[in-house]
């Protein structure tokens, strides 16, 4: 397996001199893509990245604001740029669609996680990292405690895994049966899904990108066997709540509660976005594998 090429900062907290900066694609500039570029464009330097490209599917929102040299108009020309590592922040399809390519080019960050519940997209870009040697990073988000429960379920310990989610309904972006519901907890929570993550990921791809990191972070249970609860709450008016309740041989047991700022109707959580930063931060190249970052 390939040693990760970690970057090393001098005393001043710069890149060494003989070090060559990792090149980021940004594929998505909503939300998450235009908090990146802006956080590469402040900071990228002192820690060795620099942007390669940004793409989105609407070319105008980025006119005026990304240089013009770092636009990529067709996504399929990516390879042009040279980029170490492509982040995904636009949508599940586009993981399922460009995934396998950008992993045989570079290590690619999979910022929407619900797309790897299509069984044929996650084994797919597995065996594209293995072949390629590049990584697949799996950013935490708002999971706590996600390389824990990958140590578990290495140490082939782990034997349930449930990921509650708890939101204002306003927060939820979902459509048909689960909308219906979430329109309905004006007053009292009400519990939209209880099941397997697989089936809940294309009901609510937007919303349960973190259960989804808990499936990658777990593959002995993976999509089937980690449960996913999600809830609307009009009790949570400025932040989500996500609970990890994991149990392990011999009664080992572990429940976590964790509490997200987010604006009233934000479908991601104020702390998600230096979350994000930091998982960019650590994909340095960690070999042929998945890697939760
Ligand atoms: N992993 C996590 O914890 C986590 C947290 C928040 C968001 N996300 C996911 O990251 C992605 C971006 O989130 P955001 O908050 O920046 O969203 P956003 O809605 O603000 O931005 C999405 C961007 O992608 C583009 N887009 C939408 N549908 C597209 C499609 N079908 N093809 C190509 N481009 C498309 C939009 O034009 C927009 O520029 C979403 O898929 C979201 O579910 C993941």
Redesign the pocket.
Same mark, same amino acid.
């Given at each position: 397996m390939e040693a990760p090429k970690y970057i090393q900062l001098n005393r001043t907290g710069r890149m060494s001199g003989d070090q060559r900066r990792r090149r980021v694609g940004i594929v998505?500039?909503? %939300?998450?893509?235009?908090y990146l570029v802006k956080r590469l464009q402040d900071d990228g330097l002192r820690h060795g990245l620099e942007l390669a490209f940004v793409w *989105?599917?609407?070319a105008r929102?980025l006119v005026g604001i990304v240089p013009e040299e770092l636009q990529l108009g067709k996504l399929t020309d990516f390879l042009e740029r040279r980029a170490d590592v492509i982040i995904?922040?636009? %949508?599940?399809?586009?993981v399922q669609d460009h995934g396998e390519s950008f992993l045989k080019a570079a290590d690619f960050m999979v910022? =929407?996680? &619900?797309a790897l519940a299509d069984l044929d997209t996650e084994l797919k870009l597995r065996k594209a990292a293995r072949e390629a040697g590049h990584t697949l990073y799996i950013? =935490?988000?708002?999971?706590w405690g996600g390389q824990d429960i990958q140590r578990l379920d290495d140490g082939g310990l782990l034997q349930a895994l449930t990921v509650t989610m708890v939101k204002h309904p306003s927060s939820f972006r979902v459509g048909g049966h689960l909308g219906e519901l979430a329109k309905g907890a004006q007053q009292e929570r009400v519990v939209l899904y209880d099941g397997p993550v697989r089936r809940l990921c294309p009901l609510a791809?937007? *919303?349960v990108?973190?259960m989804?990191?808990a499936c990658m972070a777990a593959p002995s249970l993976g999509f089937d066997g980690v449960k996913g609860c999600l809830i609307a709450d009009p009790n949570l008016p400025d932040y989500h709540v996500v609970e990890i309740d994991a149990t392990g041989q011999g009664g080992f047991s572990v429940s976590t509660k964790r509490k997200n700022p987010a604006a009233c109707g934000a479908? &991601?959580g104020a702390a &998600?976005f230096a979350?994000?930063w930091s998982s960019l931060l650590v994909c340095q190249g960690h070999g042929g594998r998945v890697y939760l970052c």
């Open positions: 998505g500039y909503g %939300h998450l893509g235009q *989105n599917r609407d929102k995904e922040v636009a %949508h599940p399809c586009i910022g =929407s996680p &619900t950013p =935490s988000g708002a999971l791809p937007n *919303n990108n973190t989804a990191a479908v &991601t &998600t979350a994000f």
